[in-house]
C-alpha cells in the first residue's frame, strides 16, 4: 500500500471516529457508483449526509479543502441520488467535507465542513 493510500485511510478513521463522537451514525463507507467513491454516508438526526474526507501529510500545495473541485462535487451528488434511489430516500440530505493535515495518529487538524455545497449550484 503506497503512502498516500495509507495517508488516507487513516485520515477516513480519523473522519468517522469524529464523526461518531458527534452523534453521526455511520451508514456506509467507500461506498462507489460508476467511477465515483463517497468516503462516509452518514445520519445527522434524520438528515442524510455525504461526507468527503480530503487528506494530505503537508501543506506544501495548499490546505486539503482546496482539493475538493467542483467536478467532483457533482460526481458525488449523482453518486448521492443513486444511493437515495437505492434506499428510497426522498427527504433532506447534505453534503460536508472533512479536511485533515495528518502527519501522524496523535498529530493532525480535522477541519470539518458542513453543508459545504448544494448540488447545481456551482
Excluded: C
Excluded at 471516529?17 to 445527522?44: C, F, H, M, P
Excluded at 490546505?63 to 467542483?70: L, R, T, V
Excluded at 444511493?83 to 472533512?98: C, K, P, Q, T, V
Amino acid at each position: 500500500m503506497t503512502d498516500r493510500k495509507k495517508t488516507g485511510n487513516a485520515g477516513e478513521a480519523l473522519a468517522r471516529t469524529y464523526l461518531e463522537q458527534k452523534g453521526y451514525r455511520i451508514e456506509r463507507t467507500n461506498y462507489r457508483y460508476r467511477r465515483t467513491e463517497v468516503d462516509l454516508i452518514a445520519w445527522d438526526g434524520e438528515i442524510l449526509v455525504f461526507v468527503e474526507v480530503k487528506t494530505r501529510s503537508s501543506q506544501a500545495f495548499g490546505h486539503p479543502s482546496i482539493f475538493f473541485k467542483p467536478e467532483q462535487q457533482r460526481r458525488i451528488s449523482r453518486a448521492a441520488s443513486a444511493y437515495m434511489e437505492e434506499i428510497d430516500y426522498e427527504w433532506e440530505i447534505r453534503f460536508d467535507l472533512i479536511a485533515i493535515l495528518y502527519r501522524s495518529p496523535t498529530d493532525y487538524q480535522l477541519d470539518h465542513y458542513p453543508d459545504v455545497f448544494f448540488p447545481g449550484l456551482h
